[in-house]
Structures are given as structure tokens and as C-alpha cells.
């Protein structure tokens, strides 16, 4: 049995109804950690040897958060940036993240189609990821296809197809924990899966 730990970067939470059922749908599956760092880190100051501790006992980190500014919430910035050490995540001795699996689960105020090379934002989200795909690279993480929920407050106004969004990422949470997922072979399923 393998561990995951959800490492969840909102800083309105309670306001959004995407992330809100995503993360209760993520807690219902076991083996499935739950860290909400703006909960955990209300005045924004990390403590850096605590989260590597904690980053250390799992063999999937998931990131959880809204899409902002084509990137993450200013807290998960910070986390990357003091956490992810030279020497601790990369490095000549910097092993301390090798193999363990990167998830991206993010939401997105734009619809799928904006999301393109004609679209509005000019790029997929798999190009915009691109940072954190290196990110992941540079520490030797396996980078798995992000889950993107489109268009959340269209989303959040159509209960069905929420509910079917917080299914597929339960189906892949157990398939981490269970260790059935192989990555290679399972990157074009889990495409699919999410619809891109």
C-alpha cells in the first residue's frame, strides 16, 4: 500500500465549491492525507523542516489548488521555494523526493477552449504546467498529467458533472494508495480520465 498526501492551497476554501468537494472526496479515500497549508500557515511563515518531514513519508504529493495568474495561490509559491531545498530536493545530494509521484489537481476560472492555441489563453494547460513539470523533473519526481477542472463556476452550478469530477479523482487517489496505477503505461487512461 503506498501513501499520498494532498497538499491543498486555497486561500478562500470555504468559498469554493470545486475545491471544497474535491477535498472532501480526497479525504473519503483511505491511505489519502489531507495538509491544507493556509490552515496550517495562517501568517504565511512555513516552517521548512516540519514540511519536509512530512513530504518525506509519502509516496505521492498531490497539489491541489486554484489556477492563478497561470500558476499557484502566492502560499504554494512560497512552499516551493523554501521547501524544495538545494541539497534536500535537488542537487548533488539533493535525493530526497527521488521517484515519488507529482499530481497537479487545479481548477480554472476559463473553459477548456480558452485553454489552446486559439484560444484566449494562447497555450494548453499541459504547456502553462510546463514550470512545475521542470520543477518536478529537477527534484526526480514522476510528473503524472494534471487533473484541470475547467470553467469552476460553471462547474460548481452543474452538480453531475462535479460529481463525476470528484470521482475520477478518487479513482486515481485509490489507485496511488493501491499501487495499480502504473504511470507509463496508464498516462494516456488517466488523459482520458480527465477529458483532455
Known sequence: MKSVLVIVVHPNLHQSTINRALLNGAGQVKGVKIHDLYNVYPDGVIDIEAEQKLIEQFDTLVFQHPFYWYSAPALLKEWFDLVLQ?????????????NKNWLS???????????????????????????????????????????????????????AQLTQQVGHYQQTLTELVSDTLNIEDDWQTLNQRWGD
Not at 538545494?86 to 527521488?98: M, S, T, V
Open 86 to 98: 538545494y541539497d534536500y530536493a535537488y542537487g548533488p545530494n539533493g535525493h530526497a523526493l527521488a
Open 105 to 159: 489537481v487545479i481548477s480554472t476560472g476559463g473553459s477548456k477552449q480558452a485553454y489552446c492555441a486559439q484560444g484566449h489563453n494562447r497555450f494548453s494547460i499541459r504547456e502553462l504546467l510546463t514550470p512545475f513539470d521542470q520543477t518536478a523533473h529537477l527534484c526526480q519526481m514522476k510528473f503524472l498529467p494534471p487533473m484541470v477542472c475547467y470553467g469552476a463556476r460553471a462547474l460548481a452550478k452543474t452538480p
